[in-house]
């Protein structure tokens, strides 16, 4: 059914493009399109569910209810006056950005809670306002599941081509960074002054004498 619908998989919880829609990787390259401008795919159609595609993609859905996908640092998001006419949104901390108040797609977990924090996404740990359960709409398709096996099984499906694509990313920036590290430590490093020779330091004492007069000049004295 269409993405307006109300057919919804798994006990009827979830509508069939969400978890889909949440493994798909935007802002690439349309590859039916690379040779056009502004080629970036950042729609998807929720009728086909065919994956990412780029504006131009678009006239052939046409009747279609695709969406617009966003990004907030480096993370996908959509505008919450897109998807809230299709799916629930209850329990899912929004933000707005841009002006626009938009939701994440998919978790962003945190390294350390914030000091003071009394409340976080009950699926990966982010800080969240009390009134919220979730921080993306990943979180909360992984937290509502029956048993903590199916929702570990959701979210991993739902995240992992983009941790990967995050994995990759970081190990290259590591190596970059180590290499970095040890070019700017071999052209910071200056060897010892050698220990002074037999000839310079008979050159230095030559310097240091009594200058000798010029040949020339002790003939004259002479004659």
């Not at 307006?4 to 802002?27: D, H, I, K, M, Y």
């Not at 690379?34 to 729609?43: G, L």
């Not at 006239?59 to 998807?83: A, F, K, L």
């Not at 590591?174 to 010892?192: A, I, L, M, Q």
Request: proline residues 6%; charged residues 25%; hydrophobic residues 30%.
């Amino acid at each position: 059914m269409g993405g307006g619908g109300t057919v919804e998989e798994e006990g009827g919880r979830w509508p069939p493009w969400l978890r889909p829609l949440l493994s798909t990787n935007f802002f690439v390259q349309c590859k039916y399109h690379a040779d056009s401008h502004r080629n970036e795919c950042n729609m998807y159609c929720l009728d086909c569910m065919s994956g990412a595609l780029c504006s131009f993609c678009l006239d052939r859905h046409s009747g279609h209810h695709p969406i617009q996908i966003r990004r907030s640092s480096y993370h996908d998001v959509i505008r919450v006056s897109e998807i809230q006419k299709v799916l629930d949104l209850t329990g899912v901390q929004t933000y707005i950005i841009n002006s626009a108040r938009v939701v994440f797609l998919n978790e962003r977990p945190q390294p350390r809670p914030r000091k003071g924090v009394t409340n976080s996404c009950e699926v990966c740990g982010r800080s969240l306002l009390d009134s919220f359960r979730f921080c993306s709409l990943g979180c909360k398709m992984a937290g509502t599941a029956p048993d903590r096996k199916r929702k570990n099984k959701i979210l991993h499906e739902a995240i992992k081509i983009k941790s990967t694509t995050e994995s990759d990313t970081d190990e290259s920036y590591t190596s970059t960074s180590r290499g970095s590290e040890k070019s700017n430590v071999t052209h910071s490093f200056t060897p010892s002054t050698p220990p002074p020779t037999a000839a310079s330091l008979s050159s230095a004492k030559r310097r240091k004498g009594i200058p000798h007069r010029a040949p020339f000049g002790s003939l004259i004295l002479e004659f």
